[in-house]
């Protein structure tokens, strides 16, 4: 297989230590393109695992390729490849919008006139433009955000990974945030690995998601597929005694929750369906009186497999 059709990311069994502290312990996943969530709990190793990718962080067992390449023996070339926005700040005191960002291509290899027309560009492209002149450390936080994400496209990676973009945007930045990356993955087809904590974020840009809890990978997979993975759930009301309904549903694996107004929140395990409630309401002599399939979501996702770790 070519590296140009080689999976985005490629994970087996890495575990990274820091001392006699596990950080990763045995992540294993495979994402073959598109824009990929990283999501878990803050201190779940979400950004030890981009600094990993990056080659920043050596591991200290199992293996791991991004775009093809190993993340132990290839660590330069991954990096010619990539763009990364971290969380923390990482402007440079005293340089202006476009002088940062030209830097920042030269410091992935490109000639100083190429990247300083590029780093004007870039700066038009996240809506800096006008600002491109201005000092850094005059921006506000939402500049600031924008211009990490330019210092990370300036040199056209073929992946990008974000570390939090959307911190400390007001709503407005936030969305214009979020447009911004899902035209990356669009349009512009660079691929996105977007680490976040905000989970209608990553569900709004991404297709696919890596949840990550206590180091270890609890849930991995198109996001449509991991909402499927956990069952559906309704909202039901009944007129009787619920009690056998409700044993007969614990026996099948499927969980009732009671919710306002006597409306119980029913989640069924995979493979069961509405049939199965209204068989077990008829065998226990209840009426459903009310039943509304409920849209599940990334964070039904989450709360599922973060609770079952």
């Known amino acids: 297989m070519s590296q140009s059709r080689a999976p985005v990311i490629e994970l087996e069994n890495l575990t990274v230590r820091f001392g006699s502290q596990t950080i990763l ?152 945030m979020l447009g911004l990356i899902r035209d990356i993955s669009g349009s512009k087809g660079i691929h996105v690995v977007l680490s976040s904590h905000l989970l209608p974020d990553v569900e709004w840009v991404c297709t696919a998601a890596l949840v990550i809890h206590r180091g270890r990978s609890v849930a991995s997979g198109r996001i449509e597929e991991l909402k499927r993975g956990i069952g559906a759930v309704y909202e039901c009301r009944l007129k009787g005694d619920s009690r056998g309904f409700r044993d007969e549903l614990a026996m099948l694996g499927c969980r009732c929750d009671d919710g306002e107004d006597g409306v119980l929140r029913i989640r069924l395990v995979e493979g069961l369906g509405s049939q199965s409630l209204v068989r077990a309401a008829r065998d226990h002599k209840v009426q459903i009186r009310h039943l509304v399939p409920l849209r599940q979501s990334l964070e039904d996702v989450f709360l599922e497999v973060i609770g079952g770790a």
């Open 25 to 176: 312990d045995g992540v294993a996943t495979r994402f073959d393109q598109g824009a990929i969530g990283l999501l878990g709990p803050n201190g779940a190793g979400k950004t030890t695992l981009l600094k990993t990718l990056l080659g920043f962080v050596a591991p200290a067992a199992g293996s791991g390729r991004v775009l093809g390449f190993d993340i132990a023996r290839d660590s330069l070339a991954i990096r010619q490849r990539i763009g990364y926005m971290p969380e923390n700040e990482c402007h440079i005191p005293g340089m202006n919008a476009v002088t940062f960002v030209a830097y920042a291509g030269q410091l992935a290899g490109m000639k100083p006139k190429d990247a300083m027309q590029r780093a004007h560009e870039i700066l038009y492209y996240v809506g800096l433009g006008e600002a491109r002149y201005r000092n850094l450390e005059t921006y506000s936080t939402g500049m600031k955000q924008r211009i990490k994400l330019a210092q990370a496209l300036v040199h056209d990676p073929e992946l990008v990974f974000l570390d939090e973009p959307t911190n400390g945007l007001d709503p407005k930045g936030r969305l214009e």
